[in-house]
Every structure is written in C-alpha cells, then in structure tokens.
C-alpha cells in the first residue's frame, strides 16, 4: 500500500487514545484561554480569519476568548437565511454563536462536541446570549448525534485533522444533510508529506500536524463520500507568528475552506 492511500483510507492512530489526548488539550484551551498554546486563539485569531467586524463587536470576550480555529468557513460561501446548521466540533462554541445571526430567527443551529469543558463553556455563554435557536450536543463525530437529512449546512473549523477516522466523519455528515444540503468546512492542508513514522504519533496529531491531508487528499475523501462540486479556498497563514509556525512552515501547512454538495 502507498503512502497516500495509508494516509487517506487508514487511520495510524488508534482512535479512543487520540480523542483522550485532544479532550486534555482542549479543555485546557476551555479552562484557561489565556495559556500558552502552539496556535492562535481568541479575538485575534478571528479577526486575523476574517470573521465579520460588526459580529465580533457584538459578542463578549467569553464567547470568543476559546476560539481555536484555522480558517473562515463562513467565507466559503453565504449560509442563507433560514438554514438548519450542524457544527462538527463546535468546542467553545465561537462558530455556534456567528451562525444564528447569519440563519436568523427562522434558523436553527446544533453544535456536537466531545470534550465537557469546552461544552460547558459553550453552554455558559450560549444562556447568557439568550441564543434560543441553538443547541450544544455531547458527541463524537463518527457517531454524530443528528437525524438523518436533518441539516441544510455542515460546517467545522479546524476539527477534522484531529479525528482518526475522516471518512467515517464525512459519512456522518453526508447522512445528516439533506440532499442538495452544503458542508463547508475550515481545516488544515499539508503542502509537504508528512512521513508515515510521525503519523503515528499523537503529540503530532493533537498540534495539528499529522492528521492534516493535502488539498488533494481532502476533495479525495469528499468524492469518496459522495459529495459533488467541489471547491476549495486559498491557503491561510493559520500558524504565522504562533508558537507553532516552525513545525507547520516543516510541513507547509496552511488553512484552507472546502465546499461540496450532497447531490
């Protein structure tokens, strides 16, 4: 077997000892945004991807100060009026909050998450917004906690390279929109292999380096699932100025937004 195909058909890590490490990492970015983490986070981030300055003004510090994303998938394409929105890996919950004033009223909004405190924190800012078309679900993403054909968009921002199993979390996704339905999602993208040997480690995993695909890899997966028309964003500089920057400049990673329909 190639290396590519290790890369995109076989996870190299198992998949329970990888979530506990992510939950221990990411709970401490729920606990205490104010640490020192390998990426950005918070306001700046935000502002840095792009996010809406008029939506960033309207939300306090706490719904934003957990943001760890890696990109906008916001920016990939208008999320209408209406829609019934899925968030893969909602964490703090900073997408969760921008998402129901794009829906409006009319529109619905569920966030799955696997790690307690970042749902915690997520729940917390959530009442305090008094943000009533929006839900926080526990769970993971191979087993999402959504109806089928439920969401009319699917969105994640940089989740998707923390998860072992990415075609069973591109399933999932498949069977919770509706046909016709959009996901669109911020991750990372390799533009440099990663060796086989250092997929295997977890550490490298949970700093959003191993468990990153390249562009091509990534509109595989999404073929792979069924998803048609497929478009993807250019690259961001996610890790510039990071802690992180020298091990993802060792690898070329940049953020980008994908975009596919179920047919």
């Excluded at 729920?30 to 939506?55: D, K, M, S, T, V």
């Excluded at 921008?98 to 307690?116: F, I, N, Q, S, W």
């Excluded at 046909?179 to 977890?202: M, S, T």
Aim: charged share 20%; hydrophobic share 45%.
């Amino acid at each position: 077997m190639s290396t590519r195909e290790q890369t995109t058909s076989q996870p190299t890590v198992d998949a329970e000892a990888l979530r506990a490490e992510v939950r221990i990492k990411y709970a401490e970015v729920a606990i205490n945004p104010g640490g020192a983490f390998h990426f950005h986070i918070g306001r700046p981030l935000a502002e840095r991807l792009g996010y809406p300055a008029e939506i960033l003004a309207s939300l306090p510090e706490e719904a934003v100060a957990s943001f760890a994303g890696v990109d906008n998938p916001f920016a990939a394409a208008p999320i209408p009026s209406g829609s019934r929105v899925v968030d893969l890996g909602s964490g703090g919950g900073f997408d969760c909050f921008v998402a129901p004033r794009l829906v409006g009223p009319e529109g619905r909004v569920v966030g799955v998450d696997m790690t307690p405190a970042m749902l915690d924190r997520a729940r917390r800012v959530a009442a305090q917004l008094g943000a009533g078309n929006l839900e926080l679900r526990e769970g993971i993403l191979e087993e999402l906690p959504v109806e089928d054909g439920w969401a009319d968009v699917v969105i994640s921002n940089g989740v998707l390279n923390l998860v072992a199993d990415k075609a069973r979390v591109l399933a999932e996704a498949y069977r919770a929109l509706r046909p016709g339905g959009v996901l669109q999602f911020a991750d990372i993208a390799v533009g440099r292999e990663v060796p086989y040997a250092a997929k295997c480690d977890i550490e490298l995993w949970t700093d959003c380096i191993a468990g990153g695909l390249s562009v091509d890899e990534w509109c595989d997966l999404l073929t792979g699932a069924g998803f048609t028309n497929l478009s993807v964003g250019l690259p961001t500089d996610t890790f510039g100025g990071a802690a992180g920057e020298g091990r993802a400049r060792s690898y070329e990673v940049f953020g980008h937004t994908f975009r596919a329909r179920k047919p």
